[in-house]
């Protein structure tokens, strides 16, 4: 079913566990996801990026019923968005939440931008999520790994003056592959968390972060866990595995799907989500192949 990514983070931060949120390229991964959710009884959140699907509102709009059909609360969410069009885009597509990401600017910038897209977000009963920090790219991790962490004051101000439903806070991870060992900064974690009480936390690039790593920072209060490489290269080693060879080919993507799949049912333990999906209509996913996605 589906719903804002609110409703979700708010539970699970009252009962302090984490969310999946894998980034959902493609109609395969898309339902992979869902299809892990559902065989977990797990609440998911898809994250869609605009550069990833320039047509958001195609994809979106194809999304939207493929998760309304499902029968555990799911969320569509634009990540990073990166521009207002794009955000417009993607509310008129009907995602349930959006990333609006400010994080490089000064902060009265950041608090001005991202105030205004709040507004109209919740006026289409839309949730909104921000980041404060700077959670930068992997392979510069070795360089700025230890720059740009989130400072807990200003988190608790920014909450306030903004008016955003969750916030990604930077506490040492990074996008994609790391070059150097990742340095979880537990201790910043627990003193945003402190200050913020039961707001709903975000950690992006939890790929390559460690399994428990990513236990512990659930545990202490993250709520959401954005993966997109971890997933990615699961299904890389599956195929590379496998044999190919002949008609072996034909089977390439369902390679592909068991690989990234089995390790998302994994992070959806890791993270505290199995079992924790809440009762909810089911109208009955519609597989790989069928096409009951008529109009209703």
Known sequence: MLVTMKEILDRASAENYGVAAPNVNTELDARCALEAAEELNAPI????????????????????RLADASSVPVAINLDHGGSYEEVMSALRAGFTSVMVDR????????????????????????????????VGQGDNYAVDGKTALTDPEEAKKYIEETGVDMLAVAIGTAHGAYVG????????????????????????GGSGSGDE???????????????????????????????????????????????????????????????????????GMPKTGETNLEEK
Request: charged share 20%; aromatic share 8%; proline share 3%.
């Open 45 to 64: 959140i898809l994250d869609v990026g605009g550069t990833a699907n320039p047509d958001i509102v195609f994809y979106g709009s194809f999304l939207t």
């Open 213 to 283: 790593n990513l236990r512990k920072a659930c545990q202490m209060g993250i709520n959401k866990v954005n993966v997109c490489n971890d997933l990615m290269r699961a299904a890389c080693d599956t195929v590379t595995a496998a044999d190919l060879s002949g008609n072996g080919a034909y089977g390439l993507w369902g390679l592909i799907q068991k690989g990234w799949k089995a390790r998302l049912k994994e992070l959806i333990e890791v993270f505290g989500g199995v079992g924790k999906a809440w009762k909810v209509e089911p109208k």
């Open 103 to 134: 994080s490089v600017l000064p902060y009265e910038e950041n608090v001005k931008e991202v105030s205004e897209i709040v507004k109209i977000a919740h006026a289409m009963g839309v949730s909104v999520e921000a980041e404060l920090g700077h």
């Open 181 to 204: 060992t990742p340095k979880i900064h537990f201790d910043r974690l627990q003193e945003i968390k402190k200050v913020t009480g039961n707001f709903p936390l975000v950690l992006h």
